[in-house]
């Protein structure tokens, strides 16, 4: 088919058309026609254009009630769905504070036990070695 007739067919016009197609979002070969060279869309090229470019939606003859309803239906869905999202955000948050409390609560701790430690070796290495010999003499 011929430009004219897929723009139809998208409900485009013709010049978007021939933009797409040197875009190369649509495929069309170059074929004699009775003005001169023009377009030759194949007929699947332009159902699959359907698919891969966004084409607005065309409301036409259409109830308004119907389509707010519609509309609001699809928003109210939307608001739940991320509603459930944000929950299961704020539990896994929750959970990941609580994980690093306790991770900081044990490296407390960790560092209260090694600084005793480190005050033993400290008064330990303050006494000479000859009054650590001496003394475990006089308790034998």
């Given at each position: 088919?011929?430009?004219k007739?897929?723009?139809k067919?998208?409900?485009?016009?013709?010049n978007?058309?021939l933009?797409?197609i040197r875009e190369g979002?649509?495929?069309?070969?170059v074929k004699?026609?009775?003005?001169?060279e023009?377009y030759?869309?194949?007929?699947?090229?332009v159902e699959?254009?359907?698919?891969?470019v966004?084409?607005?939606?065309?409301v036409?003859n259409?109830d308004?009630?119907?389509?707010?309803e519609?509309v609001e239906?699809?928003?109210?869905?939307?608001i739940s769905?991320?509603?459930?999202?944000l929950?299961?955000v704020k539990e896994l948050?929750r959970?990941?504070?609580e994980?690093?409390?306790r991770a900081?609560?044990?490296?407390?701790?960790r560092?209260?036990?090694?600084?005793e430690?480190?005050?033993?070796?400290?008064?330990?290495?303050?006494t000479?070695?000859?009054?650590?010999?001496?003394?475990?003499r006089?308790?034998?």
């Open positions: 088919m011929d430009a007739e897929a723009a067919r998208l409900g485009v016009s013709r978007t058309v933009r797409w979002k649509i495929f069309a070969t004699n026609g009775p003005y001169g023009q030759d869309i194949p007929e699947e090229e699959a254009a359907k698919e891969r966004n084409l607005p939606v065309i036409q259409m308004i009630t119907k389509f707010k519609a239906q699809s928003v109210k869905g939307e769905s991320l509603r459930k999202e929950e299961e948050l959970r990941e504070q994980a690093r409390e900081e609560r044990e490296l407390a701790e560092d209260l036990l090694f600084a430690l480190l005050k033993e070796i400290q008064e330990e290495l303050k000479p070695w000859w009054e650590k010999i001496f003394k475990k006089k308790e034998e």
